[in-house]
Structure formats: C-alpha cells, structure tokens
T-cell receptor, first 111, second 110 residues
Framework: DTEVTQTPKHLVMGMTNKKSLKCEQHMGHRAMYWYKQKAKKPPELMFVYSYEKLSINESVPSRFSPECPNSSLLNLHLHALQPEDSALYLC??????????FGPGTRLLVL | GIQVEQSPPDLILQEGANSTLRCNFSDSVNNLQWFHQNPWGQLINLFYIPSGTKQNGRLSATTVATERYSLLYISSSQTTDSGVYFCAVERDNQGGKLIFGQGTELSVKP
C-alpha cells in the first residue's frame, strides 16, 4: 500500500479561524513532509519530520504550526491565515533518503 | 542552492506521438524523482532515478548524473498523459529536502 491520505480535500476559512489539516500513512515511513503549491508553480517544501521530530522548517510563518503525534500521522494547524496562504497543501512520506509519496492534497481558500 | 531547470515549459502533442522532457540540475544529487501531476492536483510518482535508466510501460527515464541531467521519454502518448511533469532533486545530506523544477505542462490532443 503506497497511499498517503489527506483530509479534508477542500477547506474554506476566514482569517480569524483556526483549522487543521491531517495527513496519514501506514507504510512505515519515518519521514513526513508538508509542501505548499500555488497555482501554476511547483511544490515548495515547508516542513520535514524525521522520526517524529521536526528536522526542517523552511522559515515558514508561525501561523502554520506542524505536529507529528505519531509515526503515521502528521497535522498542520492553521491560525490567522492571510488570503495569500490560499494554495494546495500537499503531504508526503518516505523512507529516509528515498522516494517521496504524495497525498492528494488539501485545497485551502482563505477569505 | 541547487538549480533545477526543465524544458520545454509547455508541449502540445497529438495522441500517439512521442516526446522527451529534460531536467538539468546544477549540482550533484543523491535523489532525483519524476512526477506527473494530474489535473486534480495529485502528484504521481513516475520514477526514482538518481542515476541510470528505468522503464515502466510507455514511460522511461535516464539520468546521467555526471553530466547533471535527466530525460523522461513518453512514447505513444495518450490524452490521459496530459498534466504537468515535474523533476525534483535532493542533494546529499539534505534530510529529504526535494527541490522541484518549474515543470513541463503537457497537453495531448485526441
């Protein structure tokens, strides 16, 4: 099973809301990732978790807060977002240093 | 940081035609992947190919690591091949930090 699941598929939120994105994998991968993709652009790395510890933060604003409760689950908590944060948020997982497998993404619209 | 350049940026093909997509990168890498992003946004793994040649059905890929480029070949293209093709690389000891090229947008016409 090479599936990474993400929920919700779509999310609309106001600038004062708090919401969370969820990502799950059951492939035993020890690395998990969050990427952000704007329209007509490539994905850009936001965060990397390795063995459930945050190993890379690509200078992401604090209104994005990642969490890795266990080796299968990755969350992205959202608070006080701006309209320019509207994008496709992609989660991925991999064995360390190997192929990254992506989920279907969450399309986020911030009003 | 490492630069990843893909060409061509756009490509329109008639169904049944063949094509070659190119990815140049500016430094040595220990990970190179090709992805297809479908119109719904799903990134689908095509190849993990830091070096050598691989084939999967109508698709094949070759990476010449010493010359810092990779090629993706699509033969007998189908309308379902439409979408954006991304090359992504990772340098040594970067902890999984994939750097994506700008992509090639492929449109296959019936």
């Amino acid at each position: 099973d090479t599936e990474v699941t993400q929920t919700p598929k779509h999310l609309v939120m106001g600038m004062t809301n708090k919401k969370s994105l969820k990502c799950e994998q059951h492939m035993g991968h020890r690395a998990m990732y969050w990427y952000k993709q704007k329209a007509k652009k490539p994905p850009e790395l936001m965060f990397v978790y390795s063995y459930e510890k945050l190993s890379i933060n690509e200078s992401v604003p604090s209104r994005f807060s990642p969490e890795c409760p266990n080796s299968s689950l990755l969350n992205l908590h959202l608070h006080a977002l701006q309209p320019e944060d509207s994008a496709l948020y992609l989660c991925a997982s991999s064995p360390l240093g190997e192929t990254q497998y992506f989920g279907p993404g969450t399309r986020l619209l911030v009003l | 940081g490492i630069q990843v350049e893909q060409s061509p940026p756009d490509l329109i093909l008639q169904e049944g035609a063949n094509s070659t997509l190119r990815c140049n990168f500016s430094d040595s890498v220990n990970n190179l992947q090709w992805f297809h992003q479908n119109p719904w946004g799903q990134l689908i793994n095509l190849f993990y190919i830091p070096s050598g040649t691989k084939q999967n059905g109508r698709l094949s890929a070759t990476t010449v690591a010493t010359e810092r480029y990779s090629l993706l070949y699509i033969s007998s293209s189908q309308t379902t091949d439409s979408g954006v093709y991304f090359c992504a690389v990772e340098r040594d000891n970067q902890g999984g930090k994939l750097i994506f090229g700008q992509g090639t947008e492929l449109s296959v016409k019936p």
